[in-house]
């Protein structure tokens, strides 16, 4: 983005080195981020609508070029079988502004269109990144199930041999083997849950990617918070597609106030056959111009494109103010679940330590089956918890990452450039 201080380049590079380089990793986040930026549909809409703004400037910029006209004629009746040729060539030579706020227009136009391409392009980037932590996250939800079931399943065979020894009754068997089906179950709601995320992910990249790698700690290492709102408000395609829109609507006001200005042309004619004339050239200077309704359609024009610049400008700071809001939430979700994740390692160290404690105590027959079970329970939830946590901040990073431009590296054509 244009207008960064020079010190913020520097700091976004330093933020991103795994993004610095010419080619990138066939598995991982960085290619699903760049299979969702080639092969995604509404980054070829945009694309097309892009050129189609292009292809309008190119339209604008052709008023400047001579108009070429003919005209022939058949005469019919008293004998006369002239047919009179005209060949006319018009070139402007000035038209008040028109010309040119006709073309800065379009080019504003294009501008505003880059922009969004630009801003449809980081929605693109940050739903990918979140689709790619998600199945992270469910994976790790996975192996933490697993452990779960593995643990009830020694527990059970424990109980199972205790109960052949007539050491433990059959209602401890019964509960253990309840213990063991809840934890199947939740293993099997989670491979649920992955295979929905799976799907999320293949929606966006619309090709197969491999989601083994993890996110690299390089994306993850984000400035300071108070420098995180500052970067995020500079770096916002939101506010810099609105910046834009106001710019095409400033000109869309020029283009208005010029549009009933008339144009000064050099003619150039040339007849053939014409009565009167014969073969004859002529060349002067004209002045056309046209009012529709008396100038009062052309004020009207000017009012609307007014009107229209204001709309630009609130919607600019409305995007403003959502930008500052959402980054201080993400933010300030990062910090609470980088605390949360601290506090469940804690509490799964201390739940640890029970759970064999407990063990020893069943031994001595102090504690019961039912203590033991529950305590294994509550560690795998504390567990399911952790990872929780973590792949929440894991979102919460990749998301402020996208807000502030560092995954704009990804995107190799023009539009890096807006």
Not at 7 to 29: E, F, M, V
Not at 40 to 51: C, N, R, Y
Not at 234 to 248: D, T, V, Y
């Amino acid at each position: 983005m244009k207008g960064l201080p020079c010190w913020r380049p520097a700091l976004l590079a330093a933020c991103l080195g795994l993004l610095s380089g010419p080619t990138w990793a066939q598995a991982g986040l960085e290619a699903a981020l760049e299979a969702a930026l080639t092969h995604h549909p509404a980054i070829g809409g945009k694309q097309a609508e892009l050129d189609a703004r292009a292809f309008g400037g190119d339209t604008a910029r052709s008023q400047r070029y001579p108009t070429l006209s003919a005209q022939a004629q058949q005469g019919v009746g008293s004998g006369d079988h002239d047919s009179p040729v005209n060949l006319r060539v018009r070139q402007p030579l000035w038209a008040f502004g028109r010309i040119d706020n006709n073309i800065a227009f379009a080019d504003a136009q294009t501008e505003a269109e880059q922009a969004d391409l630009l801003r449809v392009r980081r929605q693109l980037l940050e739903q990918t990144a979140v689709a790619y932590a998600r199945v992270q996250g469910s994976r790790r939800s996975l192996d933490v199930a697993g452990e779960n079931i593995d643990a009830h399943r020694q527990l059970h065979r424990q109980i199972q041999r205790r109960a052949r020894g007539e050491l433990a009754s059959g209602a401890d068997v019964s509960l253990a083997t309840t213990r063991l089906a809840q934890a199947e179950a939740r293993h099997e709601l989670l491979l649920g849950e992955l295979d929905v995320a799976l799907n999320e992910l293949r929606s966006l990249t619309q090709i197969a990617v491999d989601t083994t790698p993890g996110v690299p700690d390089a994306l993850l290492r984000l400035p300071a918070p108070e420098m995180l709102e500052e970067l995020a408000l500079e770096n916002s395609a939101e506010i810099l597609h609105k910046q834009r829109l106001i710019a095409g609507a400033r000109a869309g006001v020029a283009q208005a106030r010029t549009a009933a200005m008339p144009t000064l042309y050099l003619q150039l004619d040339q007849d053939y056959d014409q009565p009167g004339y014969g073969n004859d050239s002529r060349a002067g200077l004209v002045l056309e111009g046209t009012l529709d309704g008396l100038g009062f359609a052309s004020r009207g024009r000017t009012r609307t494109a007014l009107a229209e610049q204001s709309a630009a400008e609130q919607a600019l700071l409305s995007a403003r103010n959502d930008t500052t809001r959402i980054s201080q939430r993400l933010i300030r979700q990062r910090q609470l679940q980088q605390t949360l994740q601290a506090s469940l390692a804690t509490s799964i160290q201390e739940l640890d330590s029970l759970l064999d404690s407990y063990r020893r105590q069943y031994e001595t027959g102090t504690k019961s089956w039912q203590d033991l079970l529950n305590i294994q329970r509550e560690l795998a939830d504390q567990r399911l918890q952790q990872v929780q946590a973590q792949n929440d901040w894991l979102v919460y990073s990749l998301q402020l990452m996208t807000l502030i431009g560092g995954f704009d590296a990804l995107i190799k054509d023009d539009a890096d450039h807006v």
